[in-house]
């Protein structure tokens, strides 16, 4: 698939979480410019006080890549401008991007493993077999990392939670771990065509695929149908505390609900949008700046 080098201008202080982020957003490297650390003779740099994210993206066409980033950039919490997106020919560059990714221990049992590296000897491994694409959930950011280890947590301690709904799939990282986890009914909706598409190869990649039925929101909205044992979301605030009352009706009882997505400083208007629907709160754990919250009904 064709390669493209996309740079987004964003401020200097936002340049280390925003890339971060980006690998969840289907960047497969990047590259941060600016004025600090060595410049390097005849590289062109941004203003002061900016940064560039140099990014690859593998698509179609530029007018995909456009597309796709106007969607998935749609609600990216930090400001940024794209500065210039431009196809690559040079195939050293596609393949520098296999370097940042290795397999990523997640808790004492659950990993995530490119295609092209081994897994690890574990006797007890679950391994979540991901390569980076064109979807959200890589397993490299802390969001999705805190969802996946309240999901395990949920899963092992009540067997009985079989019924799955994962909000904003993306990869479908989230519901793959489910599968791997035990869940034997899992549903997972996106308001992204290609991310569907991604989240049901990677499910067949990992061999879930019977568990799983897959929604493309807001097309078949009529086919999301409760109740469910669990009800994770990884996704932002705005969008979590609106949709509070549509996810709470989606619950069983019991049930738990995970929410992410999340900085340290947007986890109490979330967690009071829910409490304020009848959901009792459970945990709250953080990574870094980023926050998962737990509530129960």
């Known amino acids: 698939m064709p390669l493209f080098e996309v740079t987004l201008e964003v401020a200097q202080g936002d340049a280390e979480e925003a890339s971060a982020l980006l690998f969840e957003h289907g960047v497969q490297a990047v590259e941060i410019r600016d004025h600090q650390g060595l410049v390097l003779p005849n590289v062109t740099l941004p203003p002061t006080d900016r940064a560039w994210l140099i990014c690859g993206f593998e698509a179609q066409s530029s007018e995909e ?17 794209l500065h210039s997106l431009q196809p690559r020919d040079d195939i050293d560059w596609a393949l520098q991007w296999k370097k940042f990714y290795h397999p990523l221990k997640i808790s004492e049992r659950l990993w995530v493993v490119p295609s092209w590296e081994i897994p690890p000897a574990i006797a007890d491994a679950l391994c979540i077999r991901l390569d980076p694409e064109m979807a959200f959930g890589t397993g490299q950011h802390a969001t999705t990392q805190l969802c996946l280890r309240a999901l395990e947590k949920v899963l092992v301690k009540d067997a009985e939670k079989k019924h ?26 996106d308001n992204d065509a290609v991310s569907v598409a991604t989240a049901q ?46 996810l709470v009706a989606l619950l069983a009882s019991p049930a738990t609900i995970i929410l992410s997505g999340l900085l340290i400083s947007q986890a109490d208007a979330v967690k009071n949008a829910y409490l304020a629907c009848g959901l009792k709160f459970a945990e709250q754990l953080q990574q870094d700046e980023w926050v998962a919250l737990q509530l129960t009904t």
């Not at 890549?65 to 401008?81: A, D, G, V």
């Not at 799955?164 to 909706?189: K, M, Q």
């Not at 149908?225 to 509070?244: K, R």
């Open 164 to 189: 799955i709904l994962d909000v904003g799939t993306g990869s479908g990282i989230l519901a793959i771990a489910a599968g791997l986890l035990g869940a034997t009914h899992i549903t997972g909706c």
């Open 65 to 81: 890549l456009r597309s796709f980033l106007n969607t998935e950039l749609n609600l990216f919490p930090y400001p940024y401008q």
């Open 201 to 246: 190869k990677n499910a067949e990649q990992n061999h879930v695929a019977a568990t799983f039925s897959l929604l493309e929101l807001p097309q078949q909205a009529s086919q999301l149908v409760g109740p469910f044992d669990v009800v994770i979301a990884n996704i932002l605030s705005e969008p979590l505390i609106s949709m509070a009352s549509t």
